[in-house]
């Protein structure tokens, strides 16, 4: 199973755009890319899934270039109530299960 | 739809005690998985049951146990309780067992060992 480095934490302020990078090096062609959003004391909660190339939906867009070596997730405008961990996942197709890495503690400022 | 939902939410034990926790999977979801969280070693994996049957199981001691019934609706089990069990125990169901299947996880069991 391929493992993910991602920053451990990042900050930025409401209005923002951010942009977390995740390394997966080793990541295999049955590999998808997935991220999970957790607040305290709350279960994940999923955000995006994609392949290769760019995927987009109402909350986040994901970036994966073409050697699927790293991904970025994209926050358009960020608020304080994204302030939260985000984990990214190297979710290989038909094992599963999820492996969860340290995840990047994003904090939102006003 | 409801969400899914875990039982109870939280819980004091003592060391060697058993616990059981229960999970109730979103209508219509024939997978459960369940992780521990904790602040030392995050989120690990513990096991998946799909129509009844044990899927997959993560790297855990035999005291942690699971089972799932026919309404798919599961329960956890962990005998002779250790200090180091105090955890969240998370649930997560998903439509089938294919792993790229979106997985909508429970708040979660607080399990405190004293």
């Known amino acids: 199973l391929a493992k993910t480095t991602q920053p451990i934490s990042m900050d930025s302020y409401e209005g923002q755009e951010v942009n977390i990078t995740c390394s997966h090096n080793n990541i295999a062609t049955n590999d998808y890319i997935t991220w999970y959003q957790q607040f305290p004391s709350q279960g994940p909660r999923f955000i995006i899934q994609?392949?290769?190339t760019k995927v987009t939906n109402e909350v986040a867009s994901l970036f994966i270039p073409a050697d699927r070596k790293s991904s970025t997730l994209s926050l358009p405008r960020v608020s304080l109530s994204d302030t939260a961990v985000y984990y990214c996942?190297?979710?290989?197709?038909?094992?599963?299960?999820?492996?969860f890495g340290t995840g990047t503690r994003l904090q939102v400022f006003p | 739809k409801a969400g899914v939902t875990q039982t109870p939410r939280y819980l004091i034990k003592t060391r060697g005690q058993q616990v059981t926790l229960s999970c109730s999977p979103i209508s219509g979801h024939r997978s459960v998985s369940w992780y521990q969280q904790t602040p030392g070693q995050g989120l690990q994996f513990l096991f998946e049951y799909f129509s009844e049957t044990q899927r997959n199981k993560g790297n855990f001691p035999g005291r942690f146990s699971g089972r799932q019934f026919s309404n798919s609706r599961s329960e956890m089990n962990v005998s002779t309780l250790e200090l180091g069990d105090s955890a969240l125990y998370l649930c997560a169901s998903s439509l089938s067992s294919e792993s790229t299947d979106t997985q909508y996880f429970g708040p979660g069991t607080r399990l405190t060992v004293l």
């Open positions: 996942l190297a979710v290989t197709y038909n094992t599963d299960k999820l492996i």
């Open positions: 994609g392949y290769k």
